[in-house]
């Protein structure tokens, strides 16, 4: 379940459309267990707009819930953060990240923690940069919400992804992604940064049906872990 607010506000003498959107999570939609508001900026850039493979990912984090309390969760290119701020609604101890240069994103997501009346840290981190915060992250379970957009940036992100995952043995990256060339390209990149899918789903197919009318695309989302040194 989804509702949407809007509004005008004037900055600059230019107009920009910015929503509350109300997104809803349970075992039943007409009485849902709690709800997670996300301010978005339909004028702005990408990563102030929740898109379809956050909602995915975000139901599915729901769903795992037994997994993500009590867990340590980073979210990379976290945006609007919809799955990390409801990781952290579930009992986890989460870092919303996104590239250290978009301070807007990084305000934005600082205030919708405080919208939800969530902690959770907020943190600057360019995929491939390593910058003295990436080596304390050791999360249990890492995030991404359509992070495989941009062909020039995927050996970064899989470098960082890697990284985190080596850095803190036992770990999981979740990612949900738009399947636009067929899965080839995730299987490239997992085998040559040393990774494995042990596990690879429709997006659709564990959707709640009035989440799903409301959205498109083919989408999938896989978890991954490193290749053990014992299997090499």
């Known amino acids: 379940m989804e509702e949407k607010d809007w509004d005008d506000e004037e900055c600059d003498d230019t107009p920009t459309m910015t929503t509350v959107s109300r997104h809803c999570f349970g075992d039943d939609s007409e009485t849902p267990s709690f709800s997670i508001s996300i301010i978005e900026n339909m004028k702005e850039d990408y990563g102030l707009f929740v898109w379809p493979c956050s909602v995915v990912l975000a139901e599915y984090v729901w769903q795992?819930?037994?997994?993500?309390?009590?867990?340590?969760?980073?979210?990379?290119?976290?945006?609007?953060?919809?799955?990390?701020l409801v990781a952290a609604k579930l009992g986890a101890r989460v870092t919303l990240t996104d590239n250290s240069t978009r301070l807007e994103v990084l305000d934005n997501m600082r205030r919708l923690c405080?919208?939800?009346?969530?902690?959770?840290?907020?943190?600057?981190?360019?995929w491939g940069v390593w910058d003295?915060?990436?080596?304390?992250?050791?999360?249990?379970?890492?995030?991404?919400?359509?992070?495989?957009?941009?062909?020039?940036?995927?050996?970064?992100?899989?470098?960082?992804?890697?990284?985190?995952?080596?850095?803190?043995?036992?770990?999981?990256?979740?990612?949900?992604?738009?399947?636009?060339?067929?899965?080839?390209l995730i299987e490239f990149l997992m085998g040559k940064w040393g990774l494995k899918c042990l596990k690879l789903l429709d997006g659709f197919s564990f959707l709640p049906s009035d989440k799903a009318s409301l959205l498109s695309g083919n989408i999938q989302l896989a978890e991954i872990a490193p290749i053990s040194k014992d299997n090499a």
């Open 64 to 84: 795992q819930k037994h997994r993500f309390s009590g867990a340590t969760v980073v979210e990379l290119g976290a945006g609007t953060s919809l799955p990390g």
């Open 114 to 126: 405080e919208l939800n009346k969530l902690e959770c840290n907020v943190l600057g981190l360019t």
């Open 132 to 184: 003295a915060p990436l080596f304390s992250l050791q999360p249990t379970l890492i995030l991404g919400a359509d992070v495989l957009y941009d062909s020039n940036a995927f050996d970064d992100l899989f470098a960082t992804v890697t990284f985190l995952l080596r850095n803190s043995p036992g770990s999981i990256f979740i990612t949900s992604y738009h399947n636009r060339s067929g899965h080839h």
